[in-house]
């Protein structure tokens, strides 16, 4: 079983929170620390953004966060190697690499597959690269070991889902409105519909993503949704206190946690 | 993946791209999943429509008597004689209504929008060509209209700028990344993310995702037509070449694609060199660069060794892009179409050679095409006949090249 399956078979009835933070914000070895303080404040998965000089499907909070990392030049094989890092001290929490596809392009399909496997890497997306354009990449990383995680959307069709669902691994990630990263349109209710639809489609856990920004909408998520995403949220924290470590590190904590709680809570009241 | 040239066999134009939108290995939809649904609609939207008479009679009569077509052909017979070789000859371009072979594609895609029933349209530009054409086709049909453009851009180009607010568009400045035609295209496209429902994408070249390298091309293929008949009227014959600049590549694919199966006309694309290939600030990504994924298609991107998209610098802000049409990724490989580059100086030089010879101001765009004229024209006999495309006119630029003399309008 890969380490993303185990932490969903592990969960029995939990829902999973997954943040993302992107890598080398400000600088690789802060994103190393903050990722031990993700998994310390209910962090299950995690996802780490790859820093790309055009990132379309982002919004402001994001496209800020990868200016930042790419004054310094953080690269793939960088953020890779971040990841060899946190496993050093981490064995369980699954590590989703994503971003956009030209970094792994430049680097070959191959050679991303096979130096992800190595560091613990546990899967990956590539936002800009949907599975009518994925087989390539996909085999390589089958042959790895490693997840490929896949978008749905709400103006995905019935018969687009079935084929995603088809060629996704991990978990799927059901982004839950028509815009950009860290817009604010979030509709639960007809999220939870969606949500049951897929759900209807495939035993793969769904996470939703996208707009979810403090306890009450992940608690409110989470009572469909198999895992939460969040990531602008922290992205904006992460900016702010930039010149502060400490605060960044506690701010984030406490926003994670507070979810993470909340999330917990609303499975208790449902049971 | 293998990129190397190989020679290629039968027609350049049957069954290219394919279903996918491939052109041998470049092109196809790398975009998020939000767009899939829109992009497919346009897909099936594109491919009705593209052989439909009656959409293709209201296209021809609004290329008529809306953008003023056929434009000329015209004999550049004074600067013939000057370089000694060769017959110039002009694809006026320039001449169309709003000034640049844009308004062909812009005619086609607000033509399929209404059919779509969208009616909120949005644009990237760069010089403000694309911009100010999407703008007119806008106001011509009653269409809201926004234009993303870089903050560098709006500074280079604003009498374009203004054009655009008397059209009744919305200009919204980018102020990401380097705050150019990438970037407003990054813009345009988290536009669209957000508003799939009501919105058609205007793109203004042969780049993005599958349909609209195709589309694009299609639209503006009617330069190459009109080549065609034009040259035989004025020579008996095909051009023994066409040149014509590249930036996302519009305008020479239009003038290319009717050409591509007769493999005795030599087409020529002329990329932005900028300072010089050799100095890494250019913006020529078939002469230098490396193929990758960017704005929805595979194709020869300027990137860095990490896969970033570096920045780009031309004097001519239509051709200051990282990347390219897809089908000239293709075009290039297979070896059909021939790829060079002309720096900013040599543009320069070209564009008051035009202006002071010919009696017209090109548009730094165009003038790079020129340049390469200039160079191969003096090396050929008098009875070969070279077409230039002019793919738009001057006016827009004349701060531009005012500031280079120091002059301040
Ligand atoms: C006059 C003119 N020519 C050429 C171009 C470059 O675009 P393309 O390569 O798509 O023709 C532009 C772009 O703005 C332009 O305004």
Partial sequence: MTRIATCFAQAAGRKLLVPYITAGDPDLDTTLALMHTLVRAGADVIELGVPFSDPMADGPVIQAACERALKHRVTLTQVIDTVKRFRESNQDTAIVLMGYLNPVERLGYARFATLAREAGVDGVLTVDMPPEEAADLVDELRKNDLDSIFLLSPTTPDARLKQVCELATGYIYYVSLKGVTGAANLDTAEVAGKVTHIQSFTDIPVAVGFGIRDARSAAAISQTADAVIVGSALVALIGEHAGNPETMHSTLHDLVNGMRLAMDRSAGAAA | ?409
């Fill in chain 2, 1 to 409: 993946m293998n990129t190397e040239t190989q020679p290629f066999q039968g027609s350049l134009t049957d069954n290219s791209p394919d279903r996918k939108g491939h052109f041998g290995i470049y092109g196809g939809s790398f975009i998020a999943e939000t767009l899939m649904d829109p992009v497919s609609e346009l897909q099936e939207a594109y491919e009705r429509y593209r052989l439909d008479n009656e959409f293709i009679a209201e296209f021809e009569w609004e290329l008529k008597n809306f953008v003023g077509r056929p434009n000329p052909l015209y004999h550049a017979r004074r600067w013939s004689q000057e370089l000694g070789g060769a017959q110039i000859w002009l694809k006026r371009e320039d001449l169309n209504h709003t000034g640049a072979h844009k308004i062909n594609n812009t005619v086609g895609q607000a033509l399929l929008a209404r059919r779509m029933g969208k009616k909120r349209i949005i644009a990237e530009t760069g010089a403000g060509q694309h911009g100010v054409a999407t703008a007119t086709v806008c106001a011509r049909w009653g269409m809201e209209c926004i234009v993303y453009m870089g903050e560098e851009d709006i500074v280079r180009q604003a009498p374009n700028v203004f054009r655009m607010k008397l059209l009744g568009a919305t200009v919204v400045p980018v102020t990401s990344g380097s705050r150019t035609l990438k970037d407003a295209l990054n813009e345009a496209m988290r536009d669209w993310v957000g508003n799939v429902d009501d919105t058609f994408y205007i793109i203004g070249t042969a780049a993005g995702p599958h349909p609209y390298p195709t589309m694009v091309r299609d639209f503006n293929s009617v330069i190459g037509k009109e080549i065609r008949e034009q040259s035989i009227e004025h020579t008996g014959r095909l051009p023994d070449a066409i040149i014509a600049c590249v930036g996302g590549g519009s305008n020479a694919i239009g003038a290319f694609h009717p050409f591509l199966d007769d493999r005795e006309v030599s087409l020529i694309g002329v990329e932005a060199g900028g300072d010089g290939l050799e100095t890494g600030r250019h913006a020529a990504p078939l002469s230098t660069g490396k193929p990758g994924v960017l704005h929805g298609n595979r194709t020869y991107l300027m990137e860095d060794d990490a896969g970033q998209i570096i920045e780009t610098h031309s004097v001519s802000a239509g051709l200051d892009y990282p990347g390219v049409g897809p089908e000239h990724a293709w075009l290039k490989d297979i070896g059909r179409v021939q790829y060079v580059a002309v720096t900013d100086r040599e543009a320069l030089d070209a564009t008051h050679k035009c202006c002071r010879i010919e009696g017209i101001i090109p548009a730094l765009e165009s003038a790079h095409a020129l340049a390469h004229a200039v160079k191969i024209a003096p090396a050929l006999s008098k009875d070969k006949n070279i077409v230039v495309n002019l793919s738009g006119r001057g006016d827009k630029d004349i701060n531009t090249l005012a500031d280079i003399e120091g002059i301040t309008l």
